[in-house]
């Protein structure tokens, strides 16, 4: 199962635009606006699941994710965690530059 958790850190409610991407800057394959209160750890299990954006069971490789605050004074920083269910080994995906669309975004 793949989460993706965004934390708000500028303690003010915002709206983040998640997207999830084809590799190498390719095609948009869906999006979803989460409300975020104010220094909230908000987390999105199965993230590419009913109960994220829906995409489907996949399996997927090399999907690009990118966050984005579209509406509110709020400020986020996400991370991407999986929890292997046959080795029980969780693995957090550290952050690195930004991917599709430009500016404003945290690619992982």
Request: aromatic residues 8%; hydrophobic residues 40%.
């Amino acid at each position: 199962r793949s989460n993706l958790i965004l934390v708000e850190t500028a303690g003010r409610d915002c709206t983040a635009r998640v997207a999830l991407w084809a590799p190498n800057g390719g095609q948009l394959l869906a999006e979803k606006t989460f409300a975020v209160r104010a220094n909230e750890y908000f987390q999105i299990n199965d993230v590419f699941g009913d109960q994220g954006l829906g995409l489907g069971d996949g399996p997927f490789r090399d999907v690009e994710t990118t966050v984005e605050v579209v509406s509110g004074g709020g400020s986020i920083v996400s991370v991407a965690t999986v929890n292997d269910n046959i080795s029980r080994n969780p693995v957090v995906f550290v952050l690195r530059d930004p991917g599709p669309p430009d500016g404003g975004s945290i690619g992982f």
